[in-house]
């Protein structure tokens, strides 16, 4: 029961102001990861995938490699909460098969439910290997840095070095997970029960280890669920 219910608090430094770089571990990998999605309609699939994977494991080396944390302290409850927030992901359009057509999840706002991804690329393997590779370990690193570990703490204070990582506001916390949701176009509401879920676990754990792992089980069961299943609406 230990392991439930004493969360590993990190060390807060003392600065009165946070210097670019410590900014650039955080925010600077989930920038490259949306920059790309700017340019990939003008390369070539295959390319773009290693490029972006190439540029994002460089990224997270260079400017994030100090900050990144290995160690989770509830290795068990995080895999059941990245597993729990599979099922909800999944759940709406496997109960409902026309769910994602009703106009609050396809419109000119949220796009459409559909996969971009050149059909040929289902019978590729060394495109599938990179992009489940991509999904169940960069992008949530990533993305768990940007959301959890900078934004949700410097919304507190700009000095968020200095904020313990899993400090709640209802501010940071509702912000974060609007953000976080919006970022999912039309599976956004499935992205908002992520959001909160995944803020919530880094409140309750303090540990952004925790919020990674989780977020890695949901990405790899979902990776395993388009495979199996022939969903490729759901990798975007």
Same mark, same amino acid.
């Given at each position: 029961?230990?392991? &439930?219910?004493?969360?590993?608090? +990190?060390?807060?430094?003392?600065?009165?102001?946070?210097?670019?770089?410590?900014?650039? $571990?955080?925010?600077?990998?989930?920038?490259?990861?949306?920059?790309?999605?700017?340019? %990939?309609?003008?390369?070539?699939?295959?390319?773009?995938?290693?490029?972006?994977?190439?540029?994002?494991?460089?990224?997270?080396?260079?400017?994030?490699?100090?900050?990144? +944390?290995? =160690? +989770?302290?509830?290795?068990? $409850?995080?895999?059941?909460?990245?597993? $729990?927030?599979?099922?909800?992901?999944?759940?709406?359009?496997?109960?409902?098969?026309?769910?994602?057509?009703? &106009?609050?999840?396809? *419109?000119?706002?949220?796009?459409?439910?559909?996969?971009?991804?050149?059909? =040929?690329?289902?019978? *590729? $393997?060394?495109?599938?290997?990179?992009?489940?590779?991509?999904?169940?370990?960069?992008?949530?690193?990533?993305?768990?840095?940007?959301?959890?570990?900078?934004?949700?703490?410097?919304?507190?204070?700009?000095?968020?070095?200095?904020?313990?990582?899993?400090?709640?506001?209802?501010?940071?916390?509702?912000?974060?997970?609007?953000?976080?949701?919006?970022?999912?176009?039309?599976?956004?509401?499935?992205?908002?029960?992520?959001?909160?879920?995944?803020?919530?676990?880094?409140?309750?754990? %303090?540990?952004?280890?925790?919020?990674?792992?989780?977020?890695?089980?949901? *990405?790899?069961?979902?990776?395993?669920?388009?495979?199996?299943?022939?969903?490729?609406?759901?990798?975007?």
């Amino acid at each position: 029961m230990r392991m &439930w219910l004493e969360p590993t608090l +990190p060390k807060v430094k003392n600065i009165g102001s946070e210097p670019p770089a410590i900014h650039a $571990a955080y925010v600077a990998p989930f920038g490259l990861f949306i920059a790309t999605l700017a340019v %990939r309609h003008w390369i070539q699939p295959e390319t773009f995938a290693v490029l972006r994977f190439v540029l994002i494991g460089v990224a997270l080396a260079v400017f994030s490699r100090r900050v990144i +944390p290995w =160690r +989770p302290s509830f290795w068990l $409850a995080s895999v059941l909460v990245g597993a $729990a927030v599979f099922v909800v992901w999944v759940g709406p359009d496997t109960l409902w098969p026309r769910y994602r057509d009703f &106009w609050l999840f396809h *419109n000119f706002i949220t796009g459409a439910a559909a996969s971009s991804l050149d059909a =040929r690329l289902k019978t *590729n $393997a060394f495109f599938i290997v990179i992009r489940v590779a991509e999904s169940a370990v960069l992008i949530p690193i990533l993305e768990e840095l940007f959301w959890r570990g900078w934004l949700m703490r410097w919304l507190i204070q700009p000095d968020f070095e200095n904020v313990p990582m899993g400090r709640y506001t209802p501010r940071s916390f509702w912000i974060v997970a609007l953000l976080f949701a919006s970022e999912h176009g039309a599976y956004w509401e499935v992205g908002l029960i992520a959001g909160i879920a995944y803020n919530a676990w880094v409140v309750r754990t %303090r540990n952004l280890a925790d919020c990674m792992l989780a977020h890695g089980v949901t *990405n790899a069961l979902l990776a395993a669920y388009v495979l199996l299943f022939d969903k490729w609406e759901f990798w975007l």
